[in-house]
Protein backbone atom coordinates (compact mmCIF):
# COMPACT_ATOMS: atom_id res chain seq x y z
CA UNK A 1 0.00 0.00 0.00
CA UNK A 2 2.83 2.36 1.10
CA UNK A 3 4.68 1.40 -2.41
CA UNK A 4 1.55 2.09 -4.57
CA UNK A 5 1.26 5.60 -2.45
CA UNK A 6 4.92 6.08 -3.33
CA UNK A 7 4.36 5.66 -7.50
CA UNK A 8 1.49 7.08 -7.29
CA UNK A 9 2.65 9.82 -5.64
CA UNK A 10 5.53 10.54 -7.66
CA UNK A 11 3.86 9.94 -10.88
CA UNK A 12 1.50 12.73 -9.67
CA UNK A 13 4.32 15.09 -9.05
CA UNK A 14 5.60 14.16 -12.49
CA UNK A 15 2.15 15.21 -13.96
CA UNK A 16 2.75 18.52 -11.99
CA UNK A 17 5.96 19.25 -13.64
CA UNK A 18 4.74 18.32 -16.81
CA UNK A 19 1.48 20.79 -16.01
CA UNK A 20 3.35 24.20 -14.70
CA UNK A 21 6.71 23.63 -16.57
CA UNK A 22 5.61 22.07 -20.32
CA UNK A 23 8.76 24.05 -21.82
CA UNK A 24 10.92 21.29 -19.64
CA UNK A 25 10.73 19.75 -23.17
CA UNK A 26 12.98 22.70 -24.49
CA UNK A 27 15.48 23.15 -21.78
CA UNK A 28 16.31 19.19 -22.76
CA UNK A 29 16.81 20.13 -26.75
CA UNK A 30 18.21 23.47 -25.91
CA UNK A 31 21.37 21.26 -25.07
CA UNK A 32 21.72 20.66 -28.45
CA UNK A 33 22.07 24.22 -29.30
CA UNK A 34 25.52 25.00 -30.46
CA UNK A 35 27.12 28.13 -29.20
CA UNK A 36 27.70 29.08 -32.98
CA UNK A 37 25.78 29.09 -35.83
CA UNK A 38 27.01 26.32 -37.90
CA UNK A 39 29.08 26.51 -41.25
CA UNK A 40 31.92 28.43 -42.85
CA UNK A 41 31.24 32.15 -44.41
CA UNK A 42 33.22 32.59 -47.57
CA UNK A 43 35.64 35.69 -47.83
CA UNK A 44 35.89 37.44 -44.30
CA UNK A 45 32.99 36.59 -41.90
CA UNK A 46 34.02 40.45 -40.31
CA UNK A 47 32.46 42.08 -43.36
CA UNK A 48 29.18 39.15 -43.91
CA UNK A 49 26.40 41.44 -44.35
CA UNK A 50 23.09 40.56 -43.09
CA UNK A 51 21.82 42.50 -45.69
CA UNK A 52 23.10 40.50 -48.30
CA UNK A 53 21.10 37.36 -49.95
CA UNK A 54 22.44 34.52 -48.08
CA UNK A 55 23.32 30.91 -49.43
CA UNK A 56 23.48 27.97 -47.86
CA UNK A 57 25.67 25.10 -49.47
CA UNK A 58 25.47 21.52 -48.04
CA UNK A 59 28.36 19.59 -49.12
CA UNK A 60 30.12 16.59 -48.70
CA UNK A 61 33.72 16.83 -49.53
CA UNK A 62 33.81 14.06 -51.09
CA UNK A 63 30.78 13.58 -53.14
CA UNK A 64 31.24 14.35 -57.04
CA UNK A 65 28.03 16.60 -57.24
CA UNK A 66 29.18 18.65 -54.39
CA UNK A 67 32.66 19.15 -56.36
CA UNK A 68 31.35 20.26 -59.09
CA UNK A 69 28.61 22.54 -58.24
CA UNK A 70 31.94 24.59 -56.61
CA UNK A 71 32.87 26.23 -59.36
CA UNK A 72 30.28 27.65 -60.82
CA UNK A 73 28.84 28.89 -57.55
CA UNK A 74 31.98 30.50 -56.60
CA UNK A 75 31.54 32.40 -60.01
CA UNK A 76 28.22 33.79 -59.26
CA UNK A 77 29.50 35.04 -55.74
CA UNK A 78 32.43 36.74 -57.51
CA UNK A 79 29.45 38.50 -60.05
CA UNK A 80 27.43 39.85 -57.16
CA UNK A 81 30.24 40.63 -54.95
CA UNK A 82 28.42 42.26 -51.35
CA UNK A 83 25.16 41.54 -52.52
CA UNK A 84 25.48 37.66 -51.71
CA UNK A 85 26.69 35.59 -48.93
CA UNK A 86 27.36 31.78 -49.08
CA UNK A 87 27.72 29.55 -45.65
CA UNK A 88 28.80 26.15 -46.51
CA UNK A 89 27.95 23.39 -43.96
CA UNK A 90 29.70 20.36 -44.28
CA UNK A 91 27.11 17.39 -44.62
CA UNK A 92 28.88 13.90 -44.02
CA UNK A 93 26.69 11.28 -45.90
CA UNK A 94 26.66 8.00 -44.53
CA UNK A 95 27.48 6.02 -47.65
CA UNK A 96 30.71 7.90 -48.04
CA UNK A 97 33.24 6.27 -45.92
CA UNK A 98 35.85 8.97 -45.37
CA UNK A 99 32.87 11.66 -45.39
CA UNK A 100 32.75 12.67 -41.53
CA UNK A 101 36.72 12.26 -41.34
CA UNK A 102 37.00 15.01 -43.86
CA UNK A 103 34.40 17.03 -42.45
CA UNK A 104 35.99 17.30 -39.25
CA UNK A 105 38.92 18.36 -41.07
CA UNK A 106 37.66 21.34 -41.92
CA UNK A 107 36.64 22.11 -38.68
CA UNK A 108 39.85 21.27 -37.22
CA UNK A 109 41.57 23.63 -39.95
CA UNK A 110 39.01 26.58 -39.71
CA UNK A 111 40.15 26.37 -35.95
CA UNK A 112 43.56 26.76 -36.56
CA UNK A 113 43.54 29.41 -39.80
CA UNK A 114 39.76 30.20 -40.82
CA UNK A 115 41.28 31.67 -44.28
CA UNK A 116 42.63 28.03 -45.05
CA UNK A 117 39.46 26.40 -44.74
CA UNK A 118 38.32 27.34 -48.23
CA UNK A 119 41.50 26.26 -49.69
CA UNK A 120 41.41 22.89 -47.75
CA UNK A 121 37.52 22.34 -49.27
CA UNK A 122 39.00 23.59 -52.63
CA UNK A 123 42.12 20.54 -52.19
CA UNK A 124 39.51 17.93 -51.04
CA UNK A 125 37.00 18.68 -54.26
CA UNK A 126 40.51 18.59 -56.48
CA UNK A 127 41.85 15.14 -55.23
CA UNK A 128 38.74 13.58 -53.55
CA UNK A 129 39.11 10.52 -55.34
CA UNK A 130 41.91 9.32 -52.81
CA UNK A 131 39.48 9.30 -50.41
CA UNK A 132 36.70 7.77 -52.13
CA UNK A 133 35.22 3.84 -50.67
CA UNK A 134 36.94 1.95 -53.21
CA UNK A 135 40.55 4.28 -53.15
CA UNK A 136 40.18 3.64 -49.11
CA UNK A 137 38.61 0.01 -48.99
CA UNK A 138 41.74 -2.01 -47.73
CA UNK A 139 43.26 0.72 -45.63
CA UNK A 140 42.88 0.38 -41.88
CA UNK A 141 41.04 3.39 -40.24
CA UNK A 142 44.51 4.98 -38.68
CA UNK A 143 45.93 4.76 -41.95
CA UNK A 144 43.02 6.82 -43.46
CA UNK A 145 43.39 8.60 -40.68
CA UNK A 146 47.25 9.51 -41.37
CA UNK A 147 46.22 9.70 -45.57
CA UNK A 148 44.10 12.75 -44.21
CA UNK A 149 46.01 14.28 -41.69
CA UNK A 150 49.25 14.43 -44.47
CA UNK A 151 46.80 15.49 -47.19
CA UNK A 152 45.39 18.14 -44.64
CA UNK A 153 49.08 19.19 -43.62
CA UNK A 154 50.21 19.47 -47.52
CA UNK A 155 46.91 21.74 -47.69
CA UNK A 156 47.28 24.18 -44.57
CA UNK A 157 51.25 24.52 -44.57
CA UNK A 158 53.53 22.30 -41.97
CA UNK A 159 53.56 24.15 -39.32
CA UNK A 160 50.11 23.13 -38.46
CA UNK A 161 50.93 19.01 -39.06
CA UNK A 162 50.89 18.07 -35.04
CA UNK A 163 48.17 20.22 -34.78
CA UNK A 164 45.79 18.96 -37.70
CA UNK A 165 46.83 15.52 -36.01
CA UNK A 166 46.03 16.44 -32.33
CA UNK A 167 42.75 18.24 -33.69
CA UNK A 168 41.48 14.42 -34.57
CA UNK A 169 42.00 13.40 -30.62
CA UNK A 170 40.19 16.42 -29.63
CA UNK A 171 36.13 15.80 -28.86
CA UNK A 172 35.45 19.43 -29.42
CA UNK A 173 36.18 18.93 -33.38
CA UNK A 174 34.10 15.99 -32.99
CA UNK A 175 30.98 17.30 -31.74
CA UNK A 176 30.93 20.66 -34.43
CA UNK A 177 30.89 17.88 -37.03
CA UNK A 178 28.27 16.04 -35.18
CA UNK A 179 26.42 19.78 -35.45
CA UNK A 180 27.11 20.05 -38.69
CA UNK A 181 25.43 17.03 -39.65
CA UNK A 182 22.51 17.43 -37.46
CA UNK A 183 21.74 21.08 -38.52
CA UNK A 184 21.60 19.75 -42.51
CA UNK A 185 18.89 16.64 -40.73
CA UNK A 186 17.10 19.91 -38.66
CA UNK A 187 16.89 21.41 -42.48
CA UNK A 188 15.86 18.13 -44.30
CA UNK A 189 18.93 17.89 -46.23
CA UNK A 190 19.19 14.14 -47.29
CA UNK A 191 21.77 14.29 -50.17
CA UNK A 192 24.65 16.65 -51.45
CA UNK A 193 24.84 19.14 -52.67
CA UNK A 194 21.89 20.82 -51.34
CA UNK A 195 20.89 24.65 -51.43
CA UNK A 196 18.76 27.11 -49.65
CA UNK A 197 18.56 30.71 -50.36
CA UNK A 198 17.62 32.89 -48.01
CA UNK A 199 16.26 30.29 -46.16
CA UNK A 200 14.40 28.73 -49.09
CA UNK A 201 15.36 25.03 -50.60
CA UNK A 202 15.89 25.11 -53.74
CA UNK A 203 15.10 22.25 -56.18
CA UNK A 204 17.15 19.24 -57.34
CA UNK A 205 18.81 18.19 -54.33
CA UNK A 206 22.09 16.70 -55.38
CA UNK A 207 22.85 18.39 -58.24
CA UNK A 208 25.03 20.50 -58.93
CA UNK A 209 23.18 24.13 -60.05
CA UNK A 210 25.06 25.95 -63.18
CA UNK A 211 25.99 29.53 -64.07
CA UNK A 212 22.46 29.75 -65.68
CA UNK A 213 20.92 28.40 -62.98
CA UNK A 214 22.43 30.45 -60.39
CA UNK A 215 21.83 33.90 -61.98
CA UNK A 216 18.02 32.61 -62.46
CA UNK A 217 17.56 32.28 -59.24
CA UNK A 218 19.71 35.69 -57.86
CA UNK A 219 18.98 38.39 -60.22
CA UNK A 220 15.44 38.96 -59.77
CA UNK A 221 16.20 38.80 -55.89
CA UNK A 222 18.60 41.62 -56.49
CA UNK A 223 17.10 43.80 -58.62
CA UNK A 224 15.11 45.98 -55.60
CA UNK A 225 12.50 46.52 -58.09
CA UNK A 226 11.20 43.32 -58.09
CA UNK A 227 11.79 42.20 -54.42
CA UNK A 228 7.87 41.76 -53.84
CA UNK A 229 6.25 41.11 -56.64
CA UNK A 230 5.74 37.36 -56.25
CA UNK A 231 4.43 37.17 -52.59
C1 LIG B 1 46.18 31.06 -43.15
O1 LIG B 1 45.73 30.60 -44.42
C2 LIG B 1 45.87 31.50 -45.50
C3 LIG B 1 45.21 30.88 -46.72
O2 LIG B 1 45.71 29.62 -47.01
C4 LIG B 1 47.37 31.80 -45.70
O3 LIG B 1 47.52 32.74 -46.74
C5 LIG B 1 47.93 32.35 -44.38
O4 LIG B 1 49.34 32.52 -44.55
C6 LIG B 1 47.68 31.39 -43.24
N1 LIG B 1 48.10 32.01 -41.99
C7 LIG B 1 48.87 31.38 -41.15
C8 LIG B 1 49.22 32.15 -39.90
O5 LIG B 1 49.28 30.25 -41.32
Redesign the pocket.
Known amino acids: MRVQFTILSFLLLNLIITIIHPQSKWIVQAQLIPAKFDGFVYGNPKKFNPESILIEAFFDPVCPDSRDAWPPLKQVLHLYGSKVSLVVHPFPLPYHDNAFATSRALHIVNEL ?1 S ?2 TY ?1 LWESFFKDQNKFYNSETSSMTRNEILDHIVDFVTKS ?2 H ?1 YQSDVKSGFSDRKTDLKTRVSFKYGCSRGVYGTPAFFVNGFPLPDVGSPVDYNGWRKVIDPLVSSKREYEYM
Open positions: NSAPVGA
